[in-house]
């Protein structure tokens, strides 16, 4: 069973950046699509952003399009996210994981079969 971590978060001022990272163990991610997700106080997950098996697709919400980068580095196993200009709102615990299905591209988080822990992004206004 693959095992996610991420790594990255923390706490920045409105306007600021940060690189999310997350990096597998046990198991190749190279024929899976993966994405990222996250969690605010009160409210339920939401997809942030998602990306192909190859690296070559990225998918985002409509919230962090122009803002947030996704990428994967199928040589290190592993996937990144980008934030730039973040927001107040952009505040939550970020969240990656693996689609269950090879070659998969969804923002559907019940196609996702594995999970990290989450590292918390805070913004601050």
């Known amino acids: 069973q693959v095992q996610l971590v991420e790594s990255g978060g923390g706490l920045v001022q409105a306007g600021g950046s940060l690189r999310l990272s997350c990096t597998a163990s046990?198991?190749?991610?190279?024929?899976?699509?993966m994405g990222w997700f996250r969690q605010a106080p009160g409210k339920e997950r939401e997809f942030v952003a998602a990306i192909s098996w190859s690296g070559d697709t990225p998918w985002y919400a409509d919230s962090v399009k122009g803002r947030f980068t996704i990428t994967k580095d199928n040589m290190r196993n592993a996937l990144y996210l980008q934030m730039n200009t973040l927001k107040f709102e952009d505040t939550a615990v970020y969240y990656c994981?693996?689609?269950?299905?090879?070659?998969?591209?969804?923002?559907?988080?019940?196609?996702?079969?594995?999970w990290g822990q989450g590292t918390q992004v805070t913004v601050s206004s």
């Open positions: 994981a693996k689609t269950q299905r090879q070659f998969a591209l969804t923002r559907e988080a019940d196609a996702y079969d594995a």
């Open positions: 046990a198991r190749t991610l190279t024929n899976y699509g």
